[in-house]
């Protein structure tokens, strides 16, 4: 039987214990989706898996401001990293937040008329460019940044797990193509997608040792923690490559401006430096991760908890970048009188 899961074999859900279980057991709580493949495939490395749900909760779906307009921001960063199985997933649930004309805009590529949708949708897709025009002044309040920038930054990295591990097909057959199945799958998570989740919830399936109160922008909130563990965690995958090939990735992710790498990508190492390649290309370019860039890296001492705590370092990195060059000093002084997340 075809699974969604490229280059690794997660453990099934139903054999989870630990941590990884009681993570299963928050995403059926809070997301209605208990087997969300999004977080199955990070399973094989649950000290990946935890505080990527931790982040994802405590600013989507714990977060202060409305779901639509945080559904909105996820939506624009998936547009701008080129991910069509989260662009489908971000669809499906503005279905479920009730907004039903907003996801069919949408998903036929149109802009949404509400101006106050439109900036917020923009403003994600910014987030991915340093120095953008549209990343100020924020479209929602100040108070809602950790909400905000924590969900975009946690969609910048899951986008990068999801294109890199899983197969583009966010449904069986592409059935997510159909505007009946889109309505459909919405509404069998409207009741969870709606109701208010208590913030703070994940942090205790976080070990103590691997955060603090994390960055300024997240300070007094649940994301920071949150946020300052997938971090470290993501941090670790460093270990798997040799001090050269950290360096290249550190230089090149400094240097990065946002774009797309072209086709003729010179900077690119070539399958002699296997782990490089993978690590870069999970930053920048996952969707073009191929079965020979994965082969070239795989020794027998590489399993699938080191292909994905590689690709989960050179995701981050790519999250850290895109962190550092968010003019937060300006959302300090920005203060919009009206905004999505307070309709």
Known sequence: MPTPFRYTSPPPPKSATGRTAEVYAQLAEDFGIERATTFVV???????????????????????????????????????????????????????????ALAEALARGETPADERHARV??????????????????????????????????????????SAL?????????????????????????????????????????DDHDHGPGPDWARGSAVGPAYAALRTAAGAGAGLLDEADRTLVRETLQAWNGAHPPLAWDELPGRSRPGARLALLAALAPYRITD????????????????????????????????????????????????????
């Open 42 to 100: 990070l399973s094989s490395a649950p000290e990946i898996l935890t505080p990527a749900w931790a982040l994802m909760r405590e600013s989507l779906i714990a977060g202060e401001g409305s779901r639509t307009g945080k559904e909105l921001a996820a939506f624009g960063v998936s547009a701008a990293n080129r991910c069509p199985f989260c662009v489908d997933a971000h669809t499906m649930l503005l279905h479920a937040t009730g907004d039903h």
């Open 121 to 162: 949708l923009a403003w994600g897709e910014a987030t991915r460019t340093p120095g953008a025009a549209e990343l100020t002044p924020l479209p929602f309040p100040r108070a809602h940044v950790p909400a905000y920038v924590g969900t975009a930054l946690s969609f910048h990295f899951i986008n990068r797990i999801v």
């Open 166 to 206: 899983l197969t583009e097909n966010l449904l069986p057959g592409n059935a997510q193509r159909f505007r009946v199945v889109r309505s459909l799958v919405g509404r069998s998570v409207a009741r969870t997608v709606r109701r208010t989740a208590a913030p703070g919830a994940s942090l205790a399936l976080l």
């Open 292 to 343: 020979e860039d994965v082969t070239a890296w795989r020794k027998p001492e590489h399993s699938d908890h080191c292909l994905v705590h590689l690709v989960a370092y050179g995701a981050f990195a790519a999250v850290d970048r895109i962190e550092s060059a968010l003019p937060f000093a300006n959302y300090e002084a920005t203060s919009p009188s009206r905004t999505v997340s307070e309709q």
